[in-house]
């Protein structure tokens, strides 16, 4: 390096040394970089070839014998760290890589200022460097280096496709030395980084028809994108409808052009690059703002650089003002956030809330650099706030819509409006109910499953934000934000610093507060208990309150009153002789207590007019595991509306209710209408509180009343994952009710392996034979089930173990039990090609009627009632049934020989299907209107063997094998369900009928998978 080189270097350091020690005693100590890197992109073999030197000043009181480097792409192949997590659980996206996949970087000519050669030592992404001189306090040393990267095809945040480029964590990073722990060399596993403030001089070369967006000023604009191109660039130039040809621009040449850019206070640099990216402008306060987006889709970011205007004024205005001179954001087929870079994708309006999140991490995790590493709630659940802060403040029109995009006036009418605040205490609170929820304060890499670092970095610190706000008071609670940010910009804090501040601005002790919700896994949830009036003598009103304290976690109470004249009393109870202050309020003696002592609270208070309901945190921001308890009187506030068939979004402060028309048909009723209602609180796909779903039907012809009810709510004294379930039903001239519990067994939740058990007592009856296109006895089944599933996945075989148990209980009039065993096998074979097994055994023993019995060719009676299609006469062509064209998955799956159905007590059957690339793709494609829905059609070969038995084991195994059609109807509203139509074509049989050849076309038609 020119010793000019060296003194910029050196008085640069120096600036950056004042301004991160200028904080005096109230900061601590941080070390100081500036980083120059040259580096070219090779577009054909997608590898950065660069040149670093990094200037490391040690602020710190230590002398400094090593150093440390991250680098990240080497976790990105077969036996690296992150390669073995994903093995541990079942996960082999790395390990399948071959060497032309693989992520990597390598070093190379490592040395010192002086020239001299230094030492590595690579441990898959960290790299330790032993310094020749040791490295006092206060001194600087230089680092120079070439490297390598390759940019792997199953990295992440770093990626070549579709001719983009996006860039990050590409380059030797110098890991922190902090006071909180020293060296921070944690392995990348692909969370979160941690990095240096300091400076970066960056030279990009790249072929020169690429427009490149990155961190810092471009400082050669007039060389690379000089006023003439960014005129023919500009978005306003791309308007009407979607271009997917090639470029109208084609700046292609054999040269290639480099690109400068300069960033100052910044602790990463990343880029990206791509031939088709048009330019949208804006400007805040003297910020730049550009848009990058590919020109396929600049109609539809015409309104980005505005958006983005917007969220730099609102964040500025309300959290501390923008530190950087510019901003850009990337069109990017992900979001990910960088200092004065984010990338972006998505169209407008929806791309507004990835918008916002990504810019929002400028403040939290650009400018305030916290351990994102160890703790990503302070820059993950930060920007979390503001995101729900900017679309409450930007997006007027749909009340913080879920996206996407809603246009049509069917979508505008009855999709439910969303508020992203609610939906993030609906994420925290149905998590956290199950069992599964995980510590805030908890490193990034050490959260069980994707579930729960969501909410652990995300959801759950976010809200913890709007329940200081609720403890603390609007007023106080901004400041505290607004101090955390402008104490700790171009700093490094950690929790306690967050939490210093809350306390010093508030003056009110709050370890209480952050030690529940940071450092535990304990939940909130306070019911009003009683509400009395008694009139005085004065005329006034003694108003008695009640309140039960049903969770773990204490917190103040706001109670609001809503009296007879129409006027409504705020009452605040708080925990300590702390309180915040409300003009109106009334603070009420404290309520002192914890886990049993002094679970129940009582009160009065003297009010000119009777209170006729009480109601807790009616503002929505105290995180209670139920708001069912928290209003006076019997019923808990409802939400009903019409089902919209699309999207249905529980809310967390009423029991919710959706109703729609419902109808079916069959030749006795002909076509029945009705009405299907369903009803939750806090339903997620694990579980719901107190859910029920009832139908209730009538048949023109027959003027039968049909009904049918399912009711489902969690027990969890018996485990994280149980429900208590109740249904009965009557329906097409059969009834039956059945009690009993479900429950799973599941390390993570959202993983493999996880084992089920369910226990179910069932009486089933038959009232109309009418109705029966199947085999079915009369009389009265009452049965005891038990059924069990284990379900695991290896690297390319999932597999699904399910038995079920079944014995007649009292007051039966059959007398049986039955066994069967079904193990399912999916193996992934690569490139399209995927092949499925089953084995299928049962075995019966007495008096077992006809609709329980064992099916060679698929399923029994007793299992079609469970299918609306099938259960009866007319729900499907009869001729299909009665031709042996119709089929229901189950039993031996013996398709070939439907028109010679045997049915018994023993059976043992064995599937096999192989599915192949689709071979009707191309040819269905080129159809008009329905091509592109058709050539989804998937293929497959099977093969199926076996044979039933009425009551011994002598097998005699038939089989048959063909071709089959899967197509999975598009367009249906996702409410309905999925609808799959199958056709088998079993050309052969070894056992044919005697007009039949065991070779010969034979066909049938179902809906569903066979198995």
Known sequence: MKPKQVLARLFMSAIILVLLCGWGSVIAWQQAVVYTIRVSLDTHEEKLTGHEILMYTNNSPDTLYEVHFHLYQNAFQPGSYLDNKFRSRHNYT???????????????????????????????????????????????????????????????RINAQGGQFVISQWYPKICVYDDCGGWH??????????????????????PSDFIVGATGVLINRADVLPDTL??????????????????????????????????????????????????????????????????????????????????????SENFGTYPYPQMTVADVDQGMEYPMIVMCGGTSPSYQYLFYHEIGHNWFYGAVGSNETAYPCLDEGFTTYLTA???????????????????????????????????????????????????????SDQTRERLTYRNSAYNKPAITLYMLEYVLGDDVFNEVVRTYYERYTFHHPYPDDFMAIAEEISGRPLHWFFEQWWNTTKTCDYAVASLKNKKLSSGQYEVNIGLRRCGEIIMPIDLVLTLADGTRQKLIIPIDQFSKQEEGAIVLEPWYGWDEFNRMYTASVSLPTKAISAEIDPSLRLAETSRLNNRSGLLPKLDVRLDNLYVDYPTWDAYHITFRPSFAYNDVDGLKSGLICEGSYMKTEYSADHHFRGGLWIGP???????????????????????????????????????GFSDVYRRMLGGFPYTTLDLTAQRMELHDASYLISPWDDGVVTTVEAQFGHHTRTRRVHTHLCASFVTNT????????????????????????????R??????????????????????????????????????????????????????????????????????????????????????????????HLSTIENYAFFDMGDIRQKDYTFTFQHDAGLGFLWTVPKIPPRLGKYIIRADFPVYVSHPLPDEDELEFRWLVALGHAF
């Open 810 to 837: 009292f007051k039966s009039d059959y007398d049986f039990s039955r066994v069967d065993v079904a193990v399912v096998k999916n193996f992934n074979l690569g490139r399209s090609w995927h092949m499925n097994s």
């Open 185 to 206: 060399t944690d392995q990348h596993f692909g969370h979160e980084f941690y990095g240096e403030f300091g400076s970066f001089d960056v030279e990009i070369t790249v």
């Open 701 to 739: 012809m027959s003027g039968e009343f049909d009904y049918n009810i399912h009711y489902t709510t969690p027990v969890r004294h018996f485990g994280r994952l149980t429900n208590f379930i109740l249904k009965g039903s009557r329906i097409e001239g059969r009834s039956e009710i059945a009690l």
């Open 94 to 156: 790395l390990a399948d890589l071959n060497g032309e996949d693989r992520g990597w970087i390598q070093i190379s000519h490592l040395r010192n200022g002086s020239g001299d050669l230094l030492a590595q030592e690579t441990d898959n992404t960290i790299m330790r460097v032993p310094l020749n001189r040791p490295l006092p306090p206060g001194e600087q040393a230089a680092f120079e280096m070439d490297f390598v990267t390759k940019i792997g095809k199953r990295a992440w």
């Open 839 to 932: 084995f299928y055994w049962g075995h019966g023993e007495g008096d077992v009627p006809m609709q329980r019995q064992f099916y060679l060719t698929g399923a029994n009676p007793a299992e079609e009632y469970d299918a609306q299609f099938y259960r009866s006469k007319g729900g499907l062509p009869n001729v299909w049934r009665k031709d042996g064209h119709l089929h229901k998955g189950g039993g031996g799956n013996m398709r070939g020989y439907l028109e010679q159905n045997e049915i018994g007590n023993r059976i043992l059957a064995f599937n096999l299907e192989l599915n192949f690339p689709k071979i009707l793709r191309r040819p269905l494609a080129t159809l008009p209107l329905i091509g592109k």
């Open 230 to 315: 960014m005129e023919k660039l500009d978005i306003k130039n791309y308007g009407g409808t979607p271009e997917y040809l090639w470029p109208k621009i084609n700046l292609r040449g054999d040269t290639t052009k480099t690109w400068i850019f300069r960033a100052e206070n910044v602790h990463d640099f990343a880029w990206c690059a791509d031939r088709t990216f048009r330019i949208g402008t804006a400007e805040w306060e003297g910020v730049h703002i550009y848009t990058l987006v590919r020109e396929r889709k600049a109609h539809t970011w015409h309104d980005a650089a505005e958006a983005t205007r917007n969220a730099i004024r609102l964040f």
């Open 389 to 443: 802060f900017a679309l409450d403040s930007l997006v007027e029109e749909y009340e913080n819509l879920d996206w996407p995009d809603l246009k049509t006036w069917y979508e505008r009418t009855f999709y439910q409006k969303r508020n992203m605040r609610l939906s993030r205490y609906h994420k925290y609170l149905t998590l956290a109910k199950t069992g599964y929820e995980e510590k805030v304060l908890i490193h």
